[in-house]
């Protein structure tokens, strides 16, 4: 857990004690004038049971007086109650919103000194106008924790112009060390590509990689004139 949530959840813990001891304390008050009030009306009923024929009025307008009194501390302690509880668990639910968006609202960034992914394979088909590449990545045992990978495909004539390109996220949306995941990019409107560049990118910026396909991996497809290998570049920065 960051500084930052740490010291909200410390604030809200803070703040949710106090409206709880003003709670407590508001219950005690109240208890204590209905207590008050109990002892008064007592007192009131023994005095007007002592003397014979007391005034009417007089007598009205105290129990009166001490009903509304009763009335009005009731209402003056609820509404404090209830605003403690809602201040409580307004605190409560910004904690846990800000507990559960932290890792979004920060993208994974790999360390400087992780290893970097490693291009395990790698095909392109085409189909009409649309360039298909296909491949595997691994995040060796050294690597570092990434998330929402994205891999990059970039097409160029035979001149070395660019053409399109196209984007498509890792089939896996969390990538740790020493996992592997697929990835399959389309390039539309690539009927003139020569050849193509690959690269992989987070939320973060663009991620280091390295080629490890075998030789015999390595293989022109029967009809297609895109060339292989060392021929089409495969980006590393």
């Not at 949530?5 to 407590?24: C, H």
């Not at 050294?142 to 097409?155: E, Y």
Request: charged residues 20%; without cysteine; positive net charge.
């Amino acid at each position: 857990m960051d500084t930052g949530i740490f010291a909200l959840t410390l604030a809200s813990l803070a703040a949710a004690a106090g409206f709880g001891v003003v709670a407590w304390r508001s219950r005690v008050d109240a208890r204590r004038r209905s207590a008050a009030r109990v002892a008064a009306l007592a007192a009131a009923i023994g005095a007007a049971d002592s003397v014979t024929l007391a005034a009417p009025e007089s007598r009205g307008v105290q129990v009166t007086s001490m009903f509304e009194a009763t009335s009005r501390g009731a209402a003056n302690g609820r509404p404090l109650i209830r605003m403690a509880i809602v201040a409580a668990l307004a605190i409560a639910l910004v904690v846990a919103a800000a507990m559960a968006n932290r890792d979004h609202a920060r993208p994974t960034a790999a360390r400087a000194d992780a290893a970097p992914l490693e291009l395990v394979s790698m095909r392109h088909t085409r189909d009409g106008r649309k360039l298909t590449v296909s491949g595997l990545v691994r995040n060796p045992p050294s690597g570092a924790p990434l998330t929402h990978i994205a891999a990059v495909v970039f097409a160029f004539d035979r001149s070395g112009s660019f053409v399109a390109s196209g984007r498509a996220a890792l089939d896996f949306t969390i990538l740790e060390p020493g996992d592997e995941s697929s990835f399959v990019v389309t390039v539309p409107d690539a009927a003139d590509v020569g050849r193509y560049r690959v690269s992989f990118r987070t939320e973060a910026g663009l991620l280091r990689h390295i080629d490890r396909r075998a030789a015999q991996q390595v293989r022109r497809p029967e009809g297609l004139r895109l060339p292989v290998d060392g021929d089409f570049p495969v980006s590393v920065n």
